[in-house]
């Protein structure tokens, strides 16, 4: 199942980014005392009680702006509402209720999402408590009252939130099924790959970047494997940025990698790898989805015999933290190459979900560390007792030493690089988890 999203959503300066900073454990959106800091919507992972999610901070709401700028923030906290699963409304107890939160309270209710109302800056919950009544105006349940920046009242407001997410609803597949997300820019091809699959044009294909608005989920049946290809509007670079829709699309292609059991990164051969694709090729490596890297429209590029490992050795330099996707050269347009995708994407699928037995990983373990002996530090040497494997999707594994502190990440890589060598994990990255013995991880 796929992380719950949460958007916290609001005015201008009632402390969104303060809240998100919060949650999200450290500080990745801009904070100033300024109404409208917050341009572009950040999100992270967060947690609370076991649960995970997907936190959004948005540019906060002035319902009827005529500024260009509070304008794109409100369509981009519009996109953020219609994307997430519970909406966080935060509200200012020092400002008091105001006729735009009674607008945005207006917006949340018609998007029939479940909203928990929240009162910022109640720093004193004894004096300030009795100002949170005002807010019971709104229409939307109990107030919660918190300070983000204290930080007071947190956990109550977790509570209420992660209470909604079993009630989220999402479209349920059959186990067998592999949902797949096609990811990358826009006009890239990513509707055009769909529809040679289909071979029929069920998804709008148009020259103009941005036609694709939300993730379209196409059911395939290929023999007995069963696809679920979801498509999703495409990301462009900020500075490239001609329509507000298209400036918030990540957060909507992050819900689709978060759905999917493997991302297809399509690259569009004309243009090479650019950093928007690391960038949106990083999304899928961080949350441990299996890959695969497409190069589209190979059919326009001229040629010879060192073209194609050339464009190799780019990817490979630029995409460098992800060794083990494997690539492909298609054209959707003809499809060349097309039916290599179904195959590839149904070893990756496996991969991600393969399991390897505690004495099989430990013999792996032994034989590497007898061919390249654990480093050492000030004389003691990094002891590695034993490996076993916790969780799959991605491949997950726990390693048990004498001291964390002495296991340096290039001897995390070689051993890696040995389950690898003996296990194969094509298309899936592996999590190391790396714990003392005594208990102490």
Same mark, same amino acid.
């Given at each position: 199942?796929?992380?719950?999203?949460?958007?916290?959503?609001g005015?201008?300066n009632?402390?969104?980014?303060?809240?998100?900073?919060?949650?999200a454990g450290?500080?990745?959106?801009?904070?100033?005392?300024?109404p409208?800091?917050t341009?572009?919507r950040?999100?992270?992972?967060?947690?609370?009680?076991?649960?995970?999610?997907?936190?959004i901070?948005?540019?906060?709401?002035?319902p009827?702006?005529?500024?260009?700028?509070?304008k794109?923030?409100?369509?981009q906290?519009?996109?953020?509402?219609?994307?997430?699963?519970?909406?966080i409304?935060?509200v200012?107890?020092?400002?008091g209720?105001t006729d735009?939160?009674?607008?945005v309270?207006?917006?949340l209710?018609?998007s029939?999402?479940?909203?928990?109302?929240?009162?910022?800056?109640?720093d004193?919950?004894?004096?300030?408590?009795?100002?949170?009544?005002?807010?019971?105006?709104l229409g939307?349940?109990?107030?919660?009252p918190i300070?983000?920046?204290?930080?007071?009242?947190l956990?109550?407001?977790?509570?209420e939130?992660?209470?909604y997410?079993?009630?989220?609803?999402?479209?349920?597949?059959e186990?067998e099924?592999?949902k797949?997300a096609?990811?990358?820019?826009?006009?890239?091809?990513?509707?055009?790959?769909?529809n040679?699959?289909?071979?029929? #044009? $069920?998804?709008i294909? =148009?020259? *103009?970047?941005?036609?694709?608005? %939300?993730? !379209?989920d196409?059911?395939?049946?290929?023999?007995e494997?069963?696809?679920?290809?979801?498509?999703?509007?495409?990301?462009r670079r900020k500075?490239?940025?001609?329509?507000?829709?298209e400036k918030?699309?990540?957060?909507?292609t992050?819900?689709?990698i978060?759905?999917a059991?493997v991302s297809?990164l399509?690259?569009?051969a004309e243009?090479?790898?650019?950093?928007?694709?690391?960038?949106?090729a990083?999304i899928a490596h #961080? $949350?441990g989805?299996? =890959?695969? *890297?497409?190069?589209?429209?190979? %059919?326009k !590029?001229?040629?010879?015999?060192?073209t194609?490992?050339?464009y190799?050795?780019?990817?490979?330099?630029?995409?460098?933290y992800m060794?083990y996707?494997?690539?492909?050269?298609i054209?959707a347009l003809?499809?060349?190459?097309v039916?290599?995708?179904?195959?590839?994407?149904?070893?990756v699928?496996?991969?991600?979900s393969?399991?390897?037995?505690t004495?099989?990983?430990?013999e792996?373990l032994?034989e590497?560390m007898?061919?390249?002996?654990?480093p =050492?530090?000030?004389?003691k040497?990094?002891?590695?007792?034993?490996?076993?494997?916790?969780g799959?999707?991605p491949?997950?594994?726990?390693?048990?030493?004498?001291d964390?502190e002495?296991?340096?990440?290039s001897?995390?890589?070689?051993?890696?690089?040995?389950?690898?060598?003996?296990?194969?994990?094509?298309?899936?990255?592996?999590h190391f988890?790396?714990r003392e013995?005594?208990?102490?991880?």
């Open positions: 199942m796929s992380k719950p999203i949460v958007a916290i959503v005015r201008p009632v402390g969104k980014s303060t809240l998100f900073n919060r949650l450290e500080r990745i959106a801009i904070v100033e005392d300024t409208g800091v341009r572009d950040i999100y992270a992972e967060a947690e609370w009680l076991n649960h995970k999610f997907t936190l901070d948005t540019g906060g709401i002035e009827n702006a005529e500024d260009i700028i509070l794109q923030m409100r369509r906290a519009e996109i953020a509402i219609e994307t997430s699963d519970v909406i409304f935060l200012d107890v020092k400002q209720l735009s939160d009674h607008e309270a207006n917006m209710r018609k029939q999402k479940p909203v928990v109302l929240v009162v910022n800056k109640v004193n919950m004894v004096k300030d408590n009795m100002d949170i009544y005002e807010f019971y105006n939307l349940g109990d107030p919660i300070s983000a920046a204290q930080p007071l009242g956990g109550d407001m977790l509570d939130v992660v209470k997410f079993d009630k989220t609803e999402e479209t349920n597949y186990d099924v592999i797949v096609i990811i990358g820019k826009p006009n890239v091809g990513k509707s055009s790959l769909i040679k699959i289909l071979g029929e #044009e $069920r998804v294909v =148009s020259d *103009i970047p941005g036609t694709t608005r %939300d993730a !379209i196409t059911p395939v049946t290929i023999g494997d069963k696809f679920v290809f979801i498509d999703t509007a495409g990301i500075n490239k940025v001609k329509e507000d829709i918030y699309s990540i957060v909507r992050v819900a689709a978060e759905r059991d297809v399509l690259i569009d243009e090479g790898i650019t950093e928007q694709d690391t960038k949106i990083g #961080e $949350r989805k299996a =890959s695969i *890297i497409v190069v589209n429209k190979w %059919d !590029i001229e040629k010879d015999d060192k194609m490992n050339k190799l050795k780019d990817i490979e330099f630029k995409l460098s060794p996707a494997p690539k492909l050269f054209s003809t499809g060349q190459r039916h290599k995708l179904f195959e590839m994407i149904k070893i699928s496996q991969n991600h393969l399991r390897i037995s004495g099989l990983l430990n792996v032994y590497a007898a061919m390249n002996q654990p =050492s530090d000030k004389g040497r990094l002891k590695i007792y034993y490996m076993t494997q916790v799959i999707k491949p997950s594994f726990v390693l048990f030493v004498n964390r002495l296991m340096h990440f001897y995390k890589r070689y051993i890696e690089n040995q389950l690898r060598e003996a296990f194969g994990f094509k298309g899936t990255p592996l988890i790396v013995k005594r208990g102490k991880e």
